[in-house]
C-alpha cells in the first residue's frame, strides 16, 4: 500500500533549523518526483520545493537560500533541511509523489498521485 508520512515537525523559534524527513513506501520511489508543500491556516496551499528522479531540485521564491530538499534512494526517503525560519514559514506541510519517469518535478499540487497526512511547523518566540 502506498504511503508517505511525514516527521520532524514541531516548535522552533524565529532563526532556527528544523529537517522534516518523509518516508516512503509502496511505489517505485526512483521513478518518482517527490514535492514538499506547506498550508497555513486560512491560505492556500503552497509548493515549496520538489527534487527529481536525479536530484534536481526546484525551490519556490518564499523558500529559495533557506530550504534545502535531498533524497536517498536506498532509504525511499526524502528530506527538507529548513534554516532561517521565519513566523511565516508556520503550516502544515506534507510531502507528495508524482510519476517522473523523465526526472522531472514541479511545484503545482494537481501532479502529485500521493500524500502525506501533514506534520505541525511552528515558529514563534
Known amino acids: 500500500q502506498v504511503q508517505l508520512v511525514e516527521s520532524g515537525g514541531g516548535l522552533v523559534q524565529p532563526g532556527g533549523s528544523l529537517r522534516l524527513s518523509c518516508a516512503t513506501s509502496g511505489f517505485t520511489f526512483n521513478y518518482y518526483g517527490i514535492g514538499w508543500f506547506r498550508q497555513a491556516p486560512g491560505k492556500e496551499r503552497e509548493g515549496i520545493s520538489c527534487i527529481t528522479t536525479d536530484a534536481g531540485t526546484n525551490y519556490a521564491d518564499s523558500v529559495k537560500g533557506r530550504f534545502t530538499i535531498s533524497r536517498d534512494n536506498a532509504k525511499n526517503l526524502v528530506y527538507l533541511q529548513m534554516s532561517s525560519l521565519r513566523p511565516e514559514d508556520t503550516a502544515v506541510y506534507y510531502c507528495?509523489?508524482?510519476?517522473?519517469?523523465?526526472?522531472?518535478?514541479?511545484?503545482?499540487?494537481?501532479?502529485?498521485?500521493?500524500w502525506g497526512q501533514g506534520t505541525q511547523v511552528t515558529v514563534s518566540a
Open positions: 507528495a509523489a508524482r510519476p517522473a519517469l523523465i526526472g522531472q518535478c514541479g511545484l503545482s499540487g494537481p501532479a502529485y498521485r500521493y
